[in-house]
Nanobody, 124 residues
């Protein structure tokens, strides 16, 4: 049984930082590309960042480029999202997702497994 479990969300002030983690089980982690998506209330899910199987290649949405960093630790079967300089518009539920094969994608429909999400709220 495949499980992705996110953690690290919470309430932070604008300009602050958070690090999200997503721990996987039930999969051969290194065979999957990983991504983070987010969904704000009343909005569609959107791509945030992705990383390929070995962590060498990454992709970011323009809205987070230069502020967020995605990384992975295959030994721990965990993917991370370091979020700096947070803005109110970053408020959303953040989901991690896993995609079989090495190439990542910005299209959520290509991802095989999803976590339950973790809430990030940026507010003063």
């Amino acid at each position: 049984q495949v499980q992705l479990v996110e953690s690290g969300g919470g309430l932070v002030q604008p300009g602050g930082s958070l690090r999200l983690s997503c721990a996987a089980s039930g999969v051969t982690f290194s065979l999957y590309s990983l991504a983070w998506f987010r969904q704000a209330p009343g909005q569609e899910r959107e791509f945030v960042a992705a990383v390929n199987w070995n962590g060498v290649s990454t992709d970011y949405a323009d809205s987070v480029k230069g502020r967020f960093t995605i990384s992975r630790d295959n030994a721990k079967s965990t993917v991370y999202l370091q979020m700096n300089s947070l803005k109110s518009e970053d408020t959303a539920v953040y989901f991690c997702a896993a995609k079989a094969r090495s190439s990542f994608s910005r299209n959520g429909y290509e991802y095989n497994y999803w976590g339950q999400g973790t809430q990030v709220t940026v507010s003063s």
